[in-house]
């Protein structure tokens, strides 16, 4: 009985080796794997940071810029340093105007005879300058004629 269990003992113990060196092959091989991949991704890595540096040159930028009908400036004007810890003050900003009274449109058409329409529209200002689209603080009259 004391034979029986000391086999035992001792095939477990060759058992439990074999699977620790399967397991820490396996683990190489992983390893291994991964080694490569990184050698190929780092290689990979410095071939991109090569063209980064070979795409930012001044030359190759002027002569892209030059190529796109970029001119040299006559004169460069540098520009003050502005602190970024030290907050700018707020800009003083001017309200826009007020939009005008409703204004008045009229527009007539004759279809199928040639004759044109004439267009007029009128804001309650009347200062008789062009109409400015969004603000319309002017007026405006449009008249237009045609015959075939």
Do not use: D, F
């Amino acid at each position: 009985m004391l034979t029986i269990l000391s086999v035992s003992i001792v095939v477990a113990a060759l058992l439990a080796v074999v699977v620790a060196q399967a397991l820490l092959a396996t683990g190489q091989v992983r390893m291994s794997t991964l080694q490569h991949e990184l050698t190929l991704e780092q290689a990979a890595h410095r071939q991109a940071e090569l063209a980064v540096a070979q795409l930012e040159t001044p030359a190759r930028i002027v002569a892209a810029a030059t190529g796109e009908g970029m001119i040299r400036p006559a004169n460069v004007v540098e520009l003050p340093y502005v602190s970024l810890s030290v907050p700018l003050p707020t800009p003083k900003v001017t309200p826009a105007p007020a939009p005008a009274p409703a204004s008045t449109s009229t527009s007539t058409s004759t279809a199928g005879t040639g004759t044109a329409s004439a267009t007029t529209s009128t804001s309650g200002s009347g200062s008789g300058a062009a109409s400015t689209g969004a603000a319309g603080s002017a007026a405006s009259t449009t008249t237009a004629t045609s015959t075939p």
